[in-house]
């Protein structure tokens, strides 16, 4: 537009004298007229001889003033050539608007409209804007009109504020078939203003296009809109139905009222909201976003750091000196995009957003969960850091702790960025770590009988395999709760030899399960068994960062659960409303609705709760005796209560046995689990002859055959029982409790404690018990005696099978059998020499004295060297994602070698030259690793040779671990010069989403 010629209509110094003639240099916009090439062939051939060219120019005076009498002739012209207003409404008419332009400001604002006949509009140059095919089918049209050729034309300026006409020029003359053309096709109808005026009130608001729809019939229907009660559908111009056609409109508009141009790619638009020199410039935007770095070369990647004021203060309240929790996500937006989320928890436990971090991965990266490594997270966590500052107290932003999945590149780059802090493993990933690795060696036979296995489901597991499994499985959870890594090594030690023997033993079922199984345990040992390893992820870890943060245990977060809670809001919830037909929304929406819209209820929802408290606190607060009440509900410690206390009704028994005419079935069970020889030896945990425990194997455990040891741990129920005497009148009654299910529904007297009665009554030389309470009401007086009285006390190692492992049955019996076995094993016997010096402190406090199970106190004293304990970590995980990538590049490697011995000597090699080239580039670090090794532990990577100094990739451009990560400088945004603009790359897109089966578009 701002190339073609415009007559300049500038009105006289006195504003009432006549316009300036300028007839000879009147440009019509031919370029925006929908010719064909013949059309438009003759049309330039009329203007160059400028026989037909008619330009008439008509007098306006100043606005305010009666109009000119030159206006009266202009109205003529134009209802002589129908122009005028009402004939253009009418949509059978054949004038149509093609294009418009305006200038000017105010009252002196001038629009120019350009008018073209229906019988030439050539549909093909309105979607291609190219000259188009001759000989167009009529029925491929979606005009009114069929094509004549027409080339009828009309180029009308006035001013918009009184609508004064300054000039007509053109070509007003139809060719024959023109004139003799009748309406073939039904027109579109435009919506009624005020329809999308309600519609896009309720897109503003968040709705969805079927909301928008039920509210458009519901209007229709109870005559809400404007000018419905008048409306005739015989004359009206106008309709007020919704249909498929309008959604994109209303889209459009509503993404316009924004400041969203969706007509422009992404980027540009969010290019232009953060230069002030733009005129789309945001300042809401600008002042919420940081670190914005966009892509102006191939090699570049879009990087973003959302942080609202609201994130800012909650990062210095709940995340500096406390704990944070990191994890990314994708699939957010259309764009190839990565979000990575860093919250905190306040102290009520509820998760806090504190930036949002978005990123490209590398260009023509085929996944986009995968397209992201330490560098570019270490430059977007050290840039949020520099963007809080400091405090009050010249104290920058430094959390003490952060709770990661098991991925390296984000340990590592927390570990550069923040020095000295403590890395903790999310539990729910790091079992999913071990369960995919456990079923990748241990898997089940497909059975081709069963649909499910050809469809590639579930397999099926054979008794022996499922059985070996669940051992596994058991010791995974027995290493998590294990206080000490000697103790986790015992355990494990435990089972692989019990799995050794099986395996080695021929004919047998457990013999490949447990092959397979001892490839699971290596890896858990050499993987994970690590003093910098096991510290991230066990009880006595969490333990170790509730002292170190001056919290209690169970402040420290176990899991990532608060920020996957976010992730799930986040695209169930929040963006789900926005998406159009299922299909992920834009790149720059997501921005703008994190900024205005998700961030702000987010937080507006915090601050109603803490409104809401503090109302309901001051309503009950003089009824409360002036003391601030807590929540409705209070959970209650376990050790508060330890519950009611088992009762036998002989009577009731008796008669229930006569009625149904069989005995006892609890009594029959107790019998036949003594029989079966599962009772354990009672036990005196404390050496205390007023507390006994007795281990009880359930009746469904299948035992092993006969010499043999126990592949799977049954479970074990744990019965106690506790003499008491009520007072000094009152005869003394035995508390006695069991962890079974039977027990903690009925609290009568299960199977287990009458089997653990019968086992310790047939020893003759132990001391008789009272009996047990004969009802409800005095077992539940003798829980609250004994509440009062006594603590709960762990289960006693010797009630396990040896070797075998723990129940999640019995937690209490896990933590001990962990805290025996490193005083029952060997000092230095399982640990390997880099962890014998690193335990032996802890092996010499177990030797207290003999005969006594010890259990280690957990105290922890945060070294000075926890960034190199860190880093170490990193290094060991790096290294075995190193090892698996150059295994699986190796067999790539002696597959392409086989290939291309067995091809012709006419084969073409040249397309491997870049294979060659990395395999050089390889073979480079490793001599360079080689010649330059440093101490273990020391975090100094070497530097490359001279020729790959420039490698992207290269490890030299890690930073070091014990400083923190500074970022390399760039230019600022206002500094680049306005002469050379820069050059602003699209995202990679992804992948069109699929739509549900069976949804259809109303």
């Known amino acids: 537009m701002a190339q073609l010629r415009f007559s300049a209509f500038e009105p ?60 009266l002739a202009a109205t003529a012209l134009l209802a002589h050539y129908e122009l005028d207003e009402k004939s253009v409404e009418d949509l059978a008419h054949p004038w149509t608007a093609r294009w418009m332009d305006s200038w000017g400001k105010k009252l002196e604002k001038r629009k120019r409209v350009l008018f073209q006949c229906a019988c030439g509009y050539y549909s093909p140059a309105r979607t291609s804007r190219k000259e188009g095919q001759d000989g167009i089918r009529n029925e491929d049209r979606k005009c009114g009109y069929n094509f004549t050729g027409c080339l009828a034309h009309a180029d009308v300026v006035f001013r918009e504020c009184d609508r004064a006409v300054l000039r007509i020029s053109g070509i007003f003359k139809h060719n024959a078939s023109c004139v003799d053309a009748k309406l073939v096709r039904r027109p579109a109808i435009p919506l009624h203003p005020h329809v999308y005026e309600v519609a896009l009130a309720q897109l503003s608001e968040g709705a969805d296009l079927t909301a928008v729809q039920e509210r458009n019939t519901a209007y229709i229907n109870e005559g809400k809109y404007r000018d419905i ?101 994708f699939g957010v937006c259309s764009s190839k995009i990565l979000v990575f989320i860093t919250m905190a928890i306040d102290h009520e436990g509820h998760g806090v957003p504190l930036a949002f971090m978005l990123f490209s991965p590398p260009p023509k990266n085929r996944a986009t969960q995968a397209g992201y490594d330490t560098h570019i997270l270490t430059e977007l966590l050290a840039s949020w850091k520099e963007s809080l500052g400091v405090n009050r107290l010249g104290e920058s932003f430094r959390p003490k702790l952060a709770i990661t999945d098991t991925d390296s590149k984000e340990r590592g780059a927390l570990n550069a960025v923040f020095p000295g802090i403590i890395l903790r493993l999310c539990r729910y990933h790091l079992r999913q770590c071990w369960k995919n690795h456990l079923n990748k060696h241990l898997r089940g036979e497909k059975s081709l009988d069963s649909p499910v296995s050809r469809r590639g489901g579930r397999r099926k597991h054979s008794f022996e395999r499922e059985a070996v499994r669940k051992s596994v499985k058991h010791l995974q959870e027995a290493i998590l709760t294990a206080p000490t890594l000697p103790s986790a090594k015992s355990l494990l030690l435990s089972l692989h030899t019990s799995l050794q023997t099986q395996a080695s033993t021929t004919k047998s079922a457990y013999s490949a399960p447990a092959q397979s199984a001892i490839k699971h345990l290596d890896y858990l040992s050499k993987e994970w068994l690590k003093p910098e390893m096991f510290e991230s992820f066990s009880d006595a870890g969490r333990v170790a960062a509730a002292t170190f943060l001056g919290t209690s245990v169970s402040e420290v977060a176990n899991t990532s659960n608060h920020l996957e809670c976010l992730n799930g809001l986040l695209k169930n919830k929040h963006l789900s409303r926005y998406k159009r037909g299922g299909r992920r929304i834009r790149l720059d929406l997501l921005i703008f609705l994190l900024v205005h819209k998700i961030l702000p209820s987010i937080f507006g929802e915090r601050q109603k709760q803490r409104t809401y408290r503090a109302n309901a606190n001051a309503r009950f607060f003089e009824a409360a005796g002036n003391v601030a009440l807590g929540p409705q509900r209070t959970r209650l410690a376990s050790t508060e209560r330890l519950g009611d206390a088992a009762w036998i009704s002989l009577e009731s028994e008796v008669a229930e046995a006569h009625r149904v005419g069989a005995p006892n079935l609890r009594d029959e069970g107790a019998r036949t689990l003594l029989l079966r020889g599962f009772v354990l030896p009672p036990y005196l945990p404390s050496g205390d002859p007023s507390h006994i425990t007795v281990g009880v194997i359930s009746s469904t455990s299948i035992p092993p055959p006969a010499g043999q040891e126990w592949i799977v741990q049954p479970t074990i129920y744990v019965v106690n029982l506790r003499p008491i005497a009520p007072s000094d009148a009152s005869p003394s009654l035995t508390f006695a409790d069991c962890n079974c299910a039977d027990f903690k529904s009925r609290r009568l007297a299960c199977s287990h404690i009458r089997a653990a009665l019968l086992k310790y009554r047939s020893n003759p030389h132990a001391p008789i018990l009272p009996p047990l309470p004969s009802s409800a009401v005095a077992g539940r007086a003798l829980g609250d005696l004994v509440t009062s009285l006594l603590r709960p006390l762990p289960p006693p190692p010797s009630l396990l099978l040896a070797p075998t492992l723990p129940t999640p049955s019995a937690p209490a019996l896990v933590r001990t059998l962990a805290e025996a076995l490193p005083a029952l094993a060997t000092d230095g016997s399982s640990d390997s020499e880099e962890d014998s010096g690193s335990d032996s402190s802890s092996s010499d406090s177990d030797s207290s004295s003999e005969g006594e199970v010890p259990i280690p106190s957990v105290s922890y004293i945060p070294p000075p060297s926890a960034a190199t304990s860190n ?32 091809a012709p000597s006419e084969l073409d090699l040249s397309s491997l030259s870049a294979s060659v080239n990395l395999a050089e580039l390889l073979a480079a670090l490793v001599v360079s690793s080689a ?65 549900k089966e069976g949804t259809v578009t109303l």
Not at 240 to 257: A, F, G, M, V
């Open 12 to 71: 006289d110094k006195s504003k009432r004298g006549p316009l300036r003639s300028d007839a000879d240099n009147v440009k019509t916009p031919v370029k925006q007229l929908y010719l064909e090439a013949q059309q438009r062939s003759e049309l330039l051939s009329v203007y160059n001889g400028r026989p037909n060219h008619n330009v008439r120019e008509f007098r306006v005076n100043a606005p305010g003033f009666p109009p000119h009498p030159d206006q």
């Open 229 to 329: 009660a008048s409306f005739n559908p015989k004359t009206s111009n106008w309709r007020y139905e919704i249909i498929p056609t309008d959604n994109k409109t209303l889209y459009r508009q509503h993404y316009r009222s924004i400041g969203i141009d969706w007509s422009k790619i992404p980027e540009f638009n969010i290019d232009a909201w953060l230069d002030k020199q733009s005129d789309s410039f945001k300042s809401e935007l600008s002042a919420a976003i940081t670190g914005y770095h966009p892509r102006t070369e191939e090699h570049d990647r879009f990087q973003l750091i959302i942080q609202t004021d609201d994130m800012k203060t909650s990062a210095w309240k709940h995340g500096h000196q406390k704990q944070i929790i990191m994890d990314g996500t």
């Open 871 to 902: 880093h170490i970590a990193v290094i060991h995980q790096t290294q075995s994602r190193l090892e698996q990538a150059a295994e699986k590049a190796r067999m790539a490697l002696l597959t392409c070698i086989e290939i291309a011995r067995e």
């Open 931 to 995: 010649g330059t090794a440093t101490p273990s532990g020391s975090g100094i990577a070497p530097p490359l040779p001279p020729s790959h100094t420039s490698f992207s990739m290269s490890s030299a451009s890690i930073p070091s671990p014990t400083l923190p990560f500074t970022p390399a400088p760039r230019p600022a945004l206002g500094n680049i010069s306005n002469k050379r603009p820069r050059v602003i790359l699209p995202v990679e897109r992804e992948r069109a989403s699929k739509r």
